[in-house]
């Protein structure tokens, strides 16, 4: 079993959808939760980073951490063609150097 | 957010040769630096962590004779791929970070290394 779950997709929703992006883990020691956007043949960019449970928003964007259940959600309003890309979920424990856990990444395509 | 760039953006060499690829925190001191290697369609693949002035880390499977890492101060690291080969054709991705363990990552843009 992977330490961090993220169903692949591909994901295709129509303009305007509320996009809903999820991953699971296994270590209960994980307490920094982050997610980025990667487009093609590009660096990952940092979407939201959140310490412990709760939730987070940033404009169109909302993450949700439920450490009770291991899992955590990111949340896209009004999604737009311009959201088109992977999106990874990453996660990393206080006791591991600062090193990443990702999950497989999603590939979302918003559709006009 | 911090801004993370690398250099070269693409290259292409011959096997056998060797390739330098910078890393450089452009707006904070980055006290750790990571690379990692990406194939298509792929996840990130951490290859090693790297600490301003210390050796660094290796992934387990990665041959630090071949990718060698400098984090020389703290706004550059570099990832040198010595005698290199067409198997070592991939996207390399560098981040670093302020230096609180567990906090953010920046990324960089990456660089498409092409080994003919």
């Known amino acids: 079993q992977k330490e961090v779950e993220q169903d692949p997709g591909p994901l295709s929703v129509p303009e305007g959808a509320i996009v809903s992006l999820n991953c699971t883990y296994s270590?209960?020691?994980?307490?920094?939760f982050m997610w980025y956007r990667q487009y093609s043949r590009k660096g990952p960019e940092l979407l939201m980073y959140?310490?412990?449970?709760g939730n987070k928003e940033d404009g169109r964007f909302t993450a949700q951490v439920d450490k009770s259940s291991k899992y955590i959600s990111l949340f896209i309003r009004d999604s737009q063609p311009s959201d088109s890309a992977t999106y990874l979920c990453?996660?990393?424990?206080?006791?591991?150097?600062?090193?990443?856990?990702f999950g497989q990444g999603t590939e979302l395509s918003v559709k006009p | 957010g911090a801004v993370v760039s690398q250099h070269p953006s693409w290259v292409i060499c011959k096997s056998g040769t060797s390739v330098k690829i910078e890393c450089r925190s452009l707006?904070?001191?980055?006290?750790?630096m990571f690379w990692y290697r990406q194939f298509p369609k792929q996840s990130l693949m951490l290859m090693a962590t790297?600490?301003?002035?210390?050796?660094?880390?290796?992934e387990q499977g990665v041959e630090k004779d071949k990718f060698l890492i400098n984090h020389a101060s703290l706004t550059l690291s570099t990832l040198t791929v010595t005698s290199a080969h067409p198997e070592d054709s991939s996207f390399y991705i560098c981040?670093?970070?302020?230096?609180?363990?567990?906090?953010?990552?920046?990324f960089g843009p990456g660089t498409r290394l092409t080994v003919t």
């Open positions: 959140t310490y412990s449970s």
């Open positions: 790297s600490n301003e002035g210390s050796k660094a880390t290796y």
């Open positions: 990453a996660m990393s424990a206080y006791n591991q150097g600062g090193k990443l856990i």
């Open positions: 270590n209960s020691a994980f307490q920094y």
């Open positions: 981040s670093a970070s302020g230096g609180q363990l567990g906090g953010e990552q920046y």
């Open positions: 707006d904070f001191q980055a006290t750790t």
